[in-house]
């Protein structure tokens, strides 16, 4: 009988390793979590969604790991909207990777790291992010924190770190709007476990 799921690893990286064997060992579809064409057009379509149903924003906050998500959505706005990337302080990919030029590796730990630590942003992800990503910001886990707890305090919102991350950048002044600008900001994932806010 064939395993239906394996959890192998901390990181990100100890997972895609476990999964490529796995495909060569089976000879199944591999689908990469944010560096295949697919899996950037799937992300896109939140962008499309997003559009469809607040047409008016100015700018977008789009928390970052791999960069499938910020790719897919930053490609369907292409600039239309201007998007920011978030990311945690001890997870800076996409920060170092604009930095150097390059996808490079970066340091991977922090409260977001089971969501948005893998060791450098996808090759096919640069180029899309380098044309249509109006910038990135690091915010700290502390942050992170804080803005989970206000999702759920005012609007009764469970978010993961990683999904609470783009939202940090806005409740911590990391991102100050301009007088006037519609701000969105993406909240996404599913890698949350109960939390005490008391």
């Not at 607040?54 to 906050?61: C, E, R, V």
């Not at 999702?151 to 990683?162: C, S």
Request: hydrophobic share 45%; charged share 20%; no cysteine.
């Amino acid at each position: 009988m064939v395993p239906i799921l394996l959890v192998e690893g901390d990181r990100y990286a100890d997972a895609l390793a476990a999964s490529e064997m796995w495909v060569q060992q089976s000879g199944a579809m591999p689908v990469h979590a944010f560096d295949q064409d697919e899996t950037i057009l799937g992300q896109g379509s939140i962008g499309a969604e997003l559009d469809e149903q607040a047409s008016d924003i100015d700018t977008l906050l789009v928390s970052v790991g791999g960069g499938g998500l910020i790719a897919g959505i930053a490609a369907w706005y292409a600039r239309r909207v201007k998007v920011i990337g978030v990311e945690p302080i001890a997870s800076p990919t996409l920060t170092k990777a604009l930095k150097a030029g390059q996808p490079v590796d970066a340091e991977t730990g922090g409260i977001a790291a089971d969501s948005l630590a893998p060791r450098r942003i996808g090759d096919r992800v640069f180029p899309i992010v380098q044309a249509h990503v109006d910038g990135v910001l690091l915010v700290p886990d502390e942050a992170i924190v804080a803005s989970q707890k206000a999702l759920w305090e005012k609007l009764r919102i469970v978010a993961e770190p990683g999904g609470a991350t783009a939202f940090a950048a806005l409740l911590s002044g990391t991102y100050k709007p301009r007088s006037g600008e519609r701000v969105g900001v993406l909240i996404s994932g599913g890698n949350t476990t109960a939390v005490d806010f008391a």
